[in-house]
T-cell receptor, first 115, second 114 residues
Framework: DAGVIQSPRHEVTEMGQEVTLRCKPISGHDYLFWYRQTMMRGLELLIYFNNNVPIDDSGMPEDRFSAKMPNASFSTLKIQPSEPRDSAVYFC?????????????FGNGTRLTVT | GENVEQHPSTLSVQEGDSAVIKCTYSDSASNYFPWYKQELGKRPQLIIDIRSNVGEKKDQRIAVTLNKTAKHFSLHITETQPEDSAVYFCAAPYSGAGSYQLTFGKGTKLSVIP
């Protein structure tokens, strides 16, 4: 199993540009989570999906952020327009079911730098 | 929602000494407490977890203790080694919509000095 796959690993963009982060969850996992990691705020949950349906997006900071999951094997997190304060590492994670026996598996993250 | 506080934010120990990281949580209904280790530039990975029906769990050099009355849990690493150097995150579940999501502490950067 290749694990959770994120792309790109690094993204550098200028303020105002659109940024799209991609995630492929582990096959068979029906929950997908997007987290943002910064020094100041740690790991923050932005949004999560169950069976491709967004369940809780209360962590999405602003309307500039949007996330989609068109099918069970692909999700995107889009920032438009991007701002310097969006600079962070964005992690995608997945798990199967809602049992505590199923741990959360993280991808390698996308380090976003907005200049 | 769940509020998780983690202390200390940084911790330096000599190789061979023990390290202890503590977390408190707010939701008394929480009953699952995982710990994740994140090495520099890598993904967080689960290293140990504890359910509310036990007070302590061990796995070789790491152990986790839970005090439900006081709503706190701790990670203990004994005989620390340089490869234990990493950022450690505690987490607690926040339930909703028939499932749960994890709220993470802000992390503890552990440095093991050879």
């Amino acid at each position: 199993d290749a694990g959770v796959i994120q792309s790109p690993r690094h993204e550098v963009t200028e303020m105002g540009q659109e940024v799209t982060l991609r995630c492929k969850p582990i096959s068979g996992h029906d929950y997908l989570f997007w987290y943002r990691q910064t020094m100041m705020r740690g790991l923050e949950l932005l949004i999560y999906f169950n069976n491709n349906v967004p369940i809780d997006d209360s962590g999405m900071p602003e309307d500039r952020f949007s996330a989609k999951m068109p099918n069970a094997s692909f999700s995107t997190l889009k920032i438009q327009p991007s701002e310097p304060r969006d600079s962070a590492v964005y992690f995608c994670a997945s798990r199967v079911g809602s049992s505590y026996n199923s741990p959360l598996h993280f991808g390698n993250g996308t380090r976003l730098t907005v200049t | 929602g769940e509020n998780v506080e983690q202390h200390p934010s940084t911790l330096s120990v000599q190789e061979g000494d023990s390290a202890v990281i503590k977390c408190t949580y707010s939701d008394s209904a929480s009953n699952y407490f995982p710990w994740y280790k994140q090495e520099l530039g890598k993904r967080p990975q689960l290293i140990i977890d504890i359910r509310s029906n036990v007070g302590e769990k061990k796995d070789q050099r790491i152990a986790v203790t839970l005090n439900k009355t006081a709503k706190h849990f701790s990670l203990h690493i004994t005989e620390t080694q340089p490869e234990d150097s990493a950022v450690y995150f505690c987490a607690a579940p926040y339930s909703g919509a028939g499932s749960y999501q994890l709220t993470f502490g802000k992390g503890t950067k552990l440095s093991v000095i050879p």
